[in-house]
């Protein structure tokens, strides 16, 4: 895919914590470096039913193998755990996200709202967890879905296929004897069908994004409506012929439902007869963890919200439009998606013999296919019973089908992530420029969607856990910000603390917190990839904030009032504009001014500006100030707040008074901080080494020589 471009700061920015309403903004100047990269807006919206095919891409080609894993897990209870995951997919995911679309309408989803409701490095810790997990599920998405794609080629009964991949494998063989011996031996465990078969699917995947498409274009959504069309269309023929023989013959659920309350849920397995419907969910609840795969989608689904239109005279800043459309789009993939995995589950546990579903080349994880093939059932009669269509050219459309909404949903996801990702890095301060501009972030998931699939190869089984981890933290991040806001909201107006969160939101996380902890304990490849990804997120973050300390990072002021303008552009049209930065909280200002003239040596003639800085939140990396500046005790005093470090906010108003009018000097007096502890609060709270770091982030300016302000400290 080509490089992303990466959304505005503006589409997650938390709202100011000031009680003023700014009124108008200042740009900061042309010559300011780094500023943070913005995205064009998006080139156009669609009607909702076309978004919902584009987030069916990812929801609804999980039927490909959803099924079949469910018997894997399951047995014969895959049907009624299948019950577990629709209830849970519309009574706990879908208010979630019903309420995080009206929380974060630009797109941002659960990471926008988290980032909002936990500020501070505590919140940015979390945030880089969560973004850690997420590249987990963009890797691994991709993966998952190119390994699942493969078995549907390779297994498929189609001689023509078949033959096909004989020929290709033989050529393949020879061309690898020809190497030389270390790269044999480096390939042996590599080298199979199935694994050459995932890595040309990737291929042709990475292919498709670099040459077709630039985001989700309306070529691509078209092609995407297709694609759902004619996959949904075959998927529910299958489904509902399946059901058509089911209720034709009765005995086989008959028998089915017998060995439910039997125990004799899988082959080999000892059967113990279940003694009432408190056991059977007993049963049913352990197993739901490796089942929820079935739950995709909902975040992508956020992700892609600026794509869905709204009305035309919806308020950008709360397009209610735009969030009832995109809570359309949540109901109808939750309740499809529901439907669709109750039949299909139904149908394949009970009209597909055990052994079929649990050996790898016939139905497992293709059990759909299985069926559109043919195959044999689990009473003797072959499956073209269901219907003449059902066979071999039926089965080969339904395979193409397959695959292609499988390799769609991969690069969906995997361009909507890498839209997701680098907007927050480049907020926490971890991404320069060059990585924008080359597309860095780009290359390094390809690569590692390559390396991992080389890694596992066949093994479907581990890149399904490292998914699975990457989907439930992804769903748990949601419920916790969920629940966080609803908390601040209900507290602001008095909320008794037991009715501050709603029993719903509680009950979602707990249920996605223990089913990522069961995930991880089964299977800890996801846990041990997310760990990496944070271990090197961290570092990565401190390296580079301590490196980029010292760029100016300043996006513009805002003002918070008409008066503040106009004084502000009297100031950089004044003759001889003379700063002191004085402490917030310091009210003796006749007393500073006398102590700033007497060190200073400066005439009681020469006029002076007082000027005061205020952290607010030290983790941000850019910022974006408010200005005030009133009169107090005779004295005219610049309040600067919603700043992300002092220094940062200093220089910036010197180098802004500066652009226009004569030079201003900046007077500050000397500190007897510690010097190493005085760097370290700059770093971590914005508020240390104030003079020598005005000082340095003046003289790196890039700004005239002659414009550059004075910095004297006595």
């Known amino acids: 895919m080509p490089a992303p471009t990466t959304p505005s700061r503006e589409s997650t920015e938390p709202p100011s914590s000031s009680s003023e309403p700014p009124s108008s903004s200042s740009e900061p100047p042309s010559s300011r470096p780094n500023p943070t990269p913005d995205t064009p807006p998006t080139p156009f919206r669609a009607a909702w039913p076309w978004v919902l095919c584009v987030v069916g891409l990812d929801y609804l080609s999980t039927l490909a193998y959803q099924p079949s894993i469910a018997f894997s897990a399951a047995g014969k209870l895959a049907p009624l755990v299948t019950i577990l995951v629709a209830a849970v997919t519309v009574f706990l995911a879908l208010p979630i996200y019903w309420y995080i679309a009206g929380r974060s309408p630009k797109g941002g989803g659960s990471t926008a709202l988290l980032e909002r409701v936990v500020p501070g490095w505590f919140g940015k810790l979390l945030l880089l967890v969560l973004l850690s997990f997420g590249a987990v599920d963009l890797v691994f998405t991709r ?7 493969a078995e549907h080629i390779t297994h498929s009964p189609d001689p023509g296929w078949q033959r096909a991949l004989d020929s290709a494998h033989r050529s393949g063989e020879g061309l690898r004897q020809q190497l030389p011996q270390w790269m044999r031996n480096l390939s042996d465990g590599a080298w199979n069908r199935q694994t050459v078969v995932t890595l040309i699917v990737l291929i042709i995947g990475t292919v498709v994004g670099v040459v077709f498409f630039k985001g989700y274009t309306r070529n691509f959504v078209r092609l995407a409506v297709l694609t759902v069309f004619v996959y949904l269309g075959m998927t529910l023929f299958i489904i509902g012929s399946g059901a058509v023989y089911l209720i034709e013959h009765p005995q086989l659920v008959d028998a089915w439902w017998a060995d439910v309350w039997a125990g004799n849920w899988k082959p080999g397995m000892e059967a113990k ?24 989608g909902f975040e992508l689904a956020l992700m892609a919200m600026p794509l869905v239109r709204g009305k035309p005279e919806d308020d950008p800043e709360k397009p209610r439009g735009q969030i009832r459309n995109t809570r359309i789009v949540l109901t109808m993939a939750a309740l ?73 949903a991969g690069l969906s996801f995997a361009m909507t992530l890498s839209l997701w990702i680098p907007p927050y890095l480049a907020r926490l301060g971890m991404e320069f420029h060059w990585s924008v501009r080359f597309g860095f972030l780009v290359y390094l998931f390809t690569a590692l969607k390559f390396a991992v ?70 299977r800890p490849i996801g846990a041990a990839f997310a760990g990496g990804f944070i271990l090197v997120t961290v ?37 001889y504009p003379m700063l002191i930065p004085i402490r917030p909280g310091q009210t003796d200002l006749k007393q500073k001014e006398i102590e700033a003239r007497t060190r200073h040596r400066i005439p009681g003639t020469t006029p002076i500006m007082l000027i005061q800085a205020e952290i607010a939140d030290p983790s941000e ?15 005219v005093v610049i309040h600067i707040t919603r700043c992300c470090s002092v220094p940062h906010a200093l220089a910036a108003a010197a180098l802004e008074i500066g652009s226009a009018g004569a030079v201003p000097e900046v007077h500050f007096g000397w ?22 770091m005005v000082y340095t982030l003046i003289r790196r300016a890039n700004v005239a020589e002659e414009r550059k302000p004075r910095v004297s400290v006595a």
Not at 143 to 149: E, G, I, K, L, V
Not at 555 to 575: I, Q
Not at 623 to 634: C, D, M, S, W, Y
């Open 143 to 149: 993966t998952f879905s190119a390994a699942t794609a």
């Open 273 to 296: 007869p279940v003694a009432g419907w408190g056991a059977m969910l007993g049963h049913c609840l352990p197993l739901f963890p490796a089942l929820a795969l079935g739950l995709s």
């Open 336 to 408: 499809t998606m529901s439907a669709y995995l109750l039949g299909s589950t139904l149908v394949t546990t009970v009209l597909i013999p055990p052994s079929a579903l649990s050996t790898g080349g016939q139905a497992k994880y293709r059990a759909l296919a299985y069926l559109a093939h043919g195959g044999k059932l689990s009473h003797g009669e072959p499956g073209t019973v269901l219907g003449d269509t059902f066979g071999i050219t039926f089965g080969a459309i339904y395979d193409v089908s397959t695959v292609a909404i499988l390799a769609l």
């Open 453 to 522: 699939t080389a890694y596992y190869g066949a093994d479907v089984d581990a890149h399904r856990a490292a998914y699975l981890t990457g989907m439930l933290a992804v769903f748990g991040f949601g419920a916790f910000a969920a629940a966080v806001d609803v908390w601040q909201k209900r507290a602001r107006f008095g909320w008794r603390k037991a009715f501050r969160v709603p029993p719903l939101f509680i009950l979602a996380l707990v249920v996605f917190a223990l089913s990522l902890t069961w995930v991880i304990y089964q």
């Open 539 to 575: 570092v990565v973050s401190i390296m580079s904030r301590t490196w980029r300390s010292t760029e100016l990072r300043f996006d513009g002021f805002v003002f918070a009032d008409k008066v503040t303008e106009h004084e502000w552009a009297r100031l950089k049209a004044s003759d």
């Open 621 to 635: 990396f850019h910022q974006k100030p408010l200005v005030r500046i009133a009169r107090e005790n005779g004295r």
């Open 671 to 692: 500190s007897a901080e510690n010097p190493v502890t005085a760097n370290l609060h700059f770093v971590m709270f914005g508020s240390g080494n104030v003079p020598w």
